[in-house]
C-alpha cells in the first residue's frame, strides 16, 4: 500500500533565491524518481515531503496530514536517507546507531533489541552490531544509515541522491535493497541507470516539473533537454 | 627507534562478555565515583598504588587487551610529564607522584567503564537520573541526546582537524593556528548543520 503525497502550490525561497516555483503533484506510486540539474530544486523537493522543509507558500500534506501543522507525525511515516550517511550517523556503534531511532517509541530492551537484529539482517549487516559505526565502508555506512531509517518502520523512504558517493558494486547493493522495500520510494538521483525499475519520474528544471512521466520517456526528456 | 604501534581511540566501547561488560552501566558508574572520591580523598602514594592496581585487575577481568588499557591513558603522556616537573619544582616529588598518578588513575579507571559500557546504556542511567528533572521541564530524551551527540563529537571533530592537516600537508603549507582554526570552525559548523538536519529527519528532535 503506498502513502498519498500531495504537493499543493509549493514556492520556496533559499537564501533570495527561488528554489521552488508553484509546484503541483500528487504521488500515489510505490516508486518515484526525481532528477536534475544541480540546483533545479530536487533537493529541496525531497526536504518537504518530511517536513524538513516547511514551504514558504503552498502546502505538501502526507496521507492527509500537512508538513507545517503535523510535522513529527509527518516525519515518523516519512523516513529520510543522505547523501552522506556520516551526517546520519549518531552512536558509535552499529547497534545503537538503529537502536536510537527507536528511543522515543519507549519499546522495551528485547522488542528493541529484535527490530535492530532484523533490520541489519535486511540490509545485510548482520554480525556488524558492535562494529564503530564510523569505520565502515561507504556503501556499509550508507546501508546502516538505511537501516537507521526502515527500523522505525515508516510508511514512505526518501532518498536524496544515496548512491553519489557509492562505487558500482555499492550503488547495485543499496539500489538492491531500496528497490526491495515494502515502502513507497522517493529516490532523487544523478544515477540515470537507478531508475529503470521505477514506476514514475519527475524532471526538475529551474524550481518545477518540466516532465512527469514513465522512467525511459523522462530520460529521453532529461537527456534532450541536457542537450 | 621503533615507534609504538597505532593505539585504538581512547574512550570507545570495545565489545566483550566480560563480567564487567555484562555489569549494569549504573554500577558501574557508582563504583568509579567512590573510587574516584576515595583517590582525592586519601591524597596519598599508597592510594595510588592501590588505584592503580584496582585498574590492572580491572582491565585484566575485562579482557579488552594491553593496547586498549594503555590507549586510555595514552593522550595524556606530555601533560603528565609538564604536570610532574611542575608540582615537583613547586611542591616536591611526593605531591608529583600522588598529583599525577592520581590524575592517571582516574582516567585508566574512567577508561574501563568506558571500554565495558556501551554509550546507549549510560545514555540510559543519565536519562533516569536527569528524568525527575522532567516537573522542570528538563527533556530526559533531549540531555541524552545532547550527551550522545557530545561523545560523537570527539572522533568527528579530530578527524576533520586531520584532514585539514591533510590539505596543509599536500599544498605545501605550513601550519599556521589562524590557517587551521578557519577551515576547521567552518568544517565543524557545517557538519553540526547537516548532524542537526539529519537528528530532525528521524523525528529525533519532534517533542
Given at each position: 500500500m503506498t502513502s498519498r503525497i500531495e504537493v499543493d502550490g509549493v514556492s520556496h525561497r533559499l537564501g533570495g533565491r527561488?528554489?521552488?516555483?508553484?509546484v503541483s503533484v500528487r504521488l500515489d506510486e510505490a516508486r518515484i524518481g526525481v532528477i536534475g540539474a544541480n540546483g533545479s530544486g530536487k533537493s529541496t523537493f525531497a526536504r518537504l515531503l518530511n517536513g524538513l522543509v516547511v514551504p514558504d507558500q503552498g502546502e505538501v500534506r502526507v496521507d492527509g496530514r500537512s508538513t507545517a501543522s503535523d510535522g513529527a507525525a509527518v516525519r515518523r511515516a516519512v523516513g529520510f536517507v543522505f547523501t552522506h550517511p556520516d551526517a546520519q550517523i549518531v552512536m558509535p556503534t552499529v547497534a545503537e546507531d538503529v537502536a536510537l531511532s527507536l528511543?522515543?517509541?519507549?519499546?522495551d530492551p528485547a522488542e528493541t533489541s529484535r527490530r535492530v537484529q532484523d533490520v541489519l539482517a535486511r540490509v545485510g549487516l548482520?554480525?556488524?552490531?558492535?562494529?564503530?559505526?564510523?569505520?565502515?565502508?561507504g556503501g556499509e555506512k550508507q546501508l546502516l544509515a538505511v537501516a537507521s531509517v526502515l527500523v522505525a518502520e515508516p510508511a514512505v523512504l526518501v532518498c536524496d541522491?544515496?548512491?553519489?558517493?557509492?562505487?558500482l558494486a555499492n550503488t547495485r547493493r543499496v539500489m538492491s535493497l531500496l528497490l526491495g522495500l515494502r515502502q513507497q520510494l522517493v529516490l532523487v538521483t544523478h544515477?540515470?541507470?537507478?531508475?529503470?525499475?521505477?514506476?514514475r519520474v519527475l524532471v526538475f528544471d529551474g524550481g518545477r516539473i518540466v516532465v512527469d512521466a514513465p522512467p525511459e520517456q523522462a530520460v529521453s526528456a532529461y537527456r534532450a533537454r541536457v542537450g | 627507534m621503533r615507534r609504538l604501534p597505532a593505539l585504538p581511540a581512547a574512550g570507545t566501547y570495545s565489545p566483550g562478555s566480560s563480567v564487567l561488560h555484562r555489569s549494569r552501566a549504573g554500577w558501574k558508574l557508582a563504583g568509579l565515583g567512590v573510587l574516584l572520591l576515595a583517590l582525592v580523598v586519601a591524597a596519598s602514594v599508597p592510594a595510588v598504588l592501590v588505584g592503580a592496581a584496582v585498574a590492572a585487575v580491572g582491565y585484566a577481568v575485562a579482557g579488552v587487551g594491553w593496547r586498549v588499557a594503555l590507549a586510555q591513558v595514552w593522550p595524556l603522556r606530555w601533560f603528565a610529564v609538564v604536570l610532574v616537573a611542575v608540582q615537583w619544582w613547586l611542591s616536591g616529588p611526593q605531591t608529583a607522584a600522588v598529583t599525577v598518578g592520581s590524575l592517571v588513575v582516574a582516567v585508566a579507571l574512567a577508561g574501563l567503564v568506558t571500554v565495558t559500557t556501551r554509550v546507549s546504556a549510560m545514555l540510559d542511567v543519565f536519562e533516569r537520573l536527569v528524568r525527575p528533572l522532567g516537573r522542570l521541564g528538563v527533556d530526559p530524551d533531549r540531555v541524552a541526546l545532547v550527551l550522545a551527540l557530545a561523545v560523537r563529537a570527539v572522533p568527528v571533530v579530530a578527524g576533520l582537524a586531520g584532514e585539514v592537516r591533510e590539505a596543509h600537508r599536500a599544498r605545501g603549507l605550513p601550519l599556521h593556528p589562524r590557517t587551521v582554526a578557519v577551515p576547521l570552525v567552518v568544517r565543524t559548523l557545517r557538519e553540526a548543520d547537516a548532524v542537526g538536519e539529519a537528528l530532525a529527519a528521524r523525528g529525533l528532535d519532534d517533542g
Open positions: 527561488r528554489v521552488l516555483d508553484d528511543r522515543r517509541h519507549r519499546l548482520s554480525g556488524f552490531d558492535d562494529r564503530p559505526s564510523h569505520l565502515l565502508s541522491e544515496p548512491t553519489t558517493l557509492l562505487d544515477d540515470l541507470d537507478c531508475l529503470d525499475e521505477l514506476d | -
